[in-house]
T-cell receptor, first 119, second 111 residues
Framework: GAVVSQHPSWVICKSGTSVKIECRSL??????MFWYRQFPKQSLMLMAT?????????EQGVEKDKFLINHASLTLSTLTVTSAHPEDSSFYIC???????????????FGPGTRLTVL | KQEVTQIPAALSVPEGENLVLNCSFT??????LQWFRQDPGKGLTSLLL?????REQTSGRLNASLDKSSGRSTLYIAASQPGDSATYLC??????????FGAGTRLFVKA
């Protein structure tokens, strides 16, 4: 199946700094990628939908100025957590859909996740 | 607004037992439903994908069913093994091109 990678797999940073997380689709092109956040023992919450060549669409309650998303190419989306604070510590997972098939039949592939810890 | 519920939240069974995990969703307008496995601190592994036009999918000891009209799906695990211990997530792909996840079922299979 298709592969989605994330980098880094984990990061520890000081409060007030910015952290960039990369998400890549390795063997397919993804016009749309998704960013999720997961708190311990909770499910994944969709943060935003990243669209290649246009602005991301953020879910209600997600601060777009804090979580900057850039979908620079058909295989790369980045999430930058700006001025990180301890409450931003979480597991961030990206996903991409392989649109080569008919709409609705496409499969969603997930990256391995990035564990962010803000001290 | 689509909501996905998984029952039970946690389950502990002895090795070898057959078990069923349940998933329900409030809006039947879905493209597909997917079951994932997540090990602690890890990402997601896709187990089974059922298109809206399908009733079930099978992979090895896993069988997933979908009843779109009633908004339900089940994941059946046969002859459970300790290696099956993980959190199982159900997710629906909606007409709004979004994937909505359930809270998951934490499974522990005792040796």
């Amino acid at each position: 199946g298709a592969v989605v990678s994330q980098h880094p797999s984990w990061v520890i940073c000081k409060s007030g700094t910015s952290v960039k997380i990369e998400c890549r689709s390795l063997d397919f092109q993804a016009t749309t990628m998704f960013w999720y956040r997961q708190f311990p023992k909770q499910s994944l919450m969709l943060m935003a939908t990243s669209n290649e060549g246009s602005k991301a669409t953020y879910e209600q309650g997600v601060e777009k100025d804090k979580f900057l998303i850039n979908h620079a190419s058909l295989t790369l989306s980045t999430l930058t957590v700006t001025s990180a604070h301890p409450e931003d510590s979480s597991f961030y997972i990206c996903s991409a859909r392989d649109h080569r098939g008919r709409v609705g039949t496409d499969t969603q592939y997930f990256g391995p996740g990035t564990r962010l810890t803000v001290l | 607004k689509q909501e996905v519920t998984q029952i039970p939240a946690a389950l502990s069974v002895p090795e070898g037992e057959n078990l069923v995990l349940n998933c329900s969703f409030t809006d039947s307008a879905i493209y597909n439903l997917q079951w994932f496995r997540q090990d602690p601190g890890k990402g997601l592994t896709s187990l089974l994908l059922i298109q809206s036009s399908q009733r079930e999918q099978t992979s090895g000891r896993l069988n997933a069913s979908l009843d779109k009209s009633s908004g339900r799906s089940t994941l059946y695990i046969a002859a459970s093994q300790p290696g099956d211990s993980a959190t199982y997530l159900c997710a629906v792909y909606t007409g709004g091109f979004k994937t909505i996840f359930g809270a998951g079922t934490r499974l522990f299979v005792k040796a």
